[in-house]
């Protein structure tokens, strides 16, 4: 039985996902259609503005959310840049890198929602643990299937990959940006090699060349021409050089270490839906599915494509064209110089958003935040399509109750936001129009001042740092 606090259902019919609300009394009569409350998400809409929102439907055309009366409110997909399922809801107010008040419950954090539900932050931190020892093939335009590479025999040109939904997939090597073995630590592995492919075992040795299979035997050419033939089972991982892209369309990120650009999503009862990711060259089955419709490797009717069925609990967020919106955390940093005073200071580093507690190294949105470890003035070239930027600067939880300074945003050298962070304010939000000057602006700096406390605790988090694109 589904506890009334627990009311984070949708449903689906074919085109989209579509939750209906009992009380609305529609769709009564379509078999299709599952009744339910819905679930508590930020909505992010078209200028990066967040709402906290009661969501009764999402597709990649419509969402429909509950209104304060208890009615329905649709808004096209295209005034939306994201949905972030939030357990227990979020704060709105402190923009869109707002955390959820479930997860930060479940975490023993300080804000303990009495209407949240403690269960489900739980069930999503459990699927997200025993995700996080299988391996994954991430993909250049940034999707990801966990799993385990075949031991098939040692076929040029792709990597057959097993996922638990999906099936194996057939992936050509020029669409893979790094796999990741079993077992096989990818917190600290660089996104990208400098130059060459380079395959990193188990044992820790490494080779440089050119990969030229992941099957089994694994083979890398060298720059001497040498081609070394190994077990697949000597793999730890491996980082290709092939360039990376943005991806387009509806892009989901699940529970399961799973990131899909989706063709279509479909009902299939309860809390259940099916997904069927692009396919757009990058992925394909290598075994086409029985065609039982039973989400796990069926194939989509007539077309042999391979989907997937999940549990609505399992999303953690929704890009609607994740074409247009860029990481903060993507962007080359130019400089970074401790604030004057200090002769030294620890450079920034990616950390995991509250949210993405035991995600590893696949941050919600292809957003990882960012920490500036103290005093300083961090600089970043902006893409030319840029059109706004926002994100939640936040002192470190561990900076209470000494952390205390001022945070300055200038754009082209012109300051463009400011907010004092210490005593009861330890986060605020920042959405900035980055065409204001009549062009784009080209430079997004940070600049932290310490305060009455002096620099010790002054440790600042951006949040879900992300760049509106034209």
């Not at 899909?260 to 809390?271: I, K, M, Q, T, V």
Request: aromatic content about 4%; glycine content about 12%; some cysteine.
């Amino acid at each position: 039985m589904i506890d009334s606090l627990s009311m984070h259902f949708f449903a689906v019919i074919a085109g989209g996902l579509t939750a209906v609300a009992s009380q609305a009394g529609q769709h009564a009569d379509d078999p299709g259609a599952v009744r339910t409350d819905g679930f508590s998400a930020l909505l992010i809409d078209a200028q990066l503005r967040a709402r906290s929102v009661h969501v009764l439907t999402f597709s990649g055309t419509t969402i429909t959310i509950a209104d304060v009366a208890g009615g329905r409110t649709e808004l096209p997909a295209s005034e939306c840049t994201a949905l972030i399922p939030t357990p227990g809801g979020a704060d709105a107010e402190l923009g869109i890198g707002a955390a959820s008040r479930g997860m930060i419950s479940a975490l023993g954090g300080s804000l303990l929602d009495a209407g949240a539900d403690p269960a489900l932050p739980l069930e999503k931190i459990s699927e997200r643990l025993n995700a996080a020892a299988l391996g994954a093939v991430e993909l250049v335009d940034g999707q990801r299937f966990p799993g385990s590479p075949v031991p098939t025999s040692g076929e040029e040109e792709s990597v057959t990959w097993q996922h638990e939904k999906l099936g194996p997939l057939s992936i050509a090597l020029d669409r893979v940006a790094r796999a990741v073995a079993p077992g096989t630590n990818a917190i600290g592995l660089p996104d990208a090699p400098a130059k060459d492919d380079e395959l990193i075992l188990a044992n820790g040795d490494r080779i440089t060349g050119l990969i030229l299979s992941l099957g089994d035997p694994l083979q890398i050419e060298k720059e001497d021409g040498t081609i070394v033939t190994l077990p697949q089972d000597r793999m730890g991982a491996a980082l290709l050089a092939n360039p990376r892209r943005r991806a387009s369309g509806m892009m989901l990120w699940l529970d399961d270490g799973t990131v899909l650009a989706a063709e279509r999503l479909s009902a299939r009862g309860g809390d259940q839906f099916t997904v069927w990711p692009v396919e757009s060259g990058q992925t394909q089955r290598e075994t086409s599915g029985d065609g039982d419709g039973d989400g796990n490797g069926a194939a989509q009717p007539g077309s042999g494509a391979p989907s997937a069925s999940y549990g609505v609990r399992s999303i953690r967020g929704v890009l609607f064209d994740a074409g247009r919106v860029v990481a903060l955390s993507d962007l080359p940093i130019l400089s970074q110089t401790p604030a004057p005073g200090r002769r030294t200071g620890e450079p920034v580093r990616r950390v995991n958003h509250p949210d993405d507690f035991a995600v590893g190294s696949n941050p919600t949105l292809g957003a990882w935040d960012l920490e500036l470890p103290g005093p300083m003035e961090v600089r970043w070239s902006l893409p030319e399509q840029g059109t706004r930027i926002a994100g939640t600067i936040a002192l470190r939880d561990d900076s209470r109750p000494w952390g205390d300074c001022d945070v300055i945003i200038l754009l082209d050298g012109t300051e463009a936001w400011r907010s004092h962070l210490g005593g009861d304010k330890t986060a605020a939000a920042f959405n900035l129009d980055l065409m204001a000057s009549g062009r784009s602006a080209r430079e997004f700096v940070v600049r932290i001042e310490p305060g009455k406390y002096g620099p010790i605790k002054d440790q600042v988090i951006i949040r879900r740092g992300m760049i509106l694109l034209r």
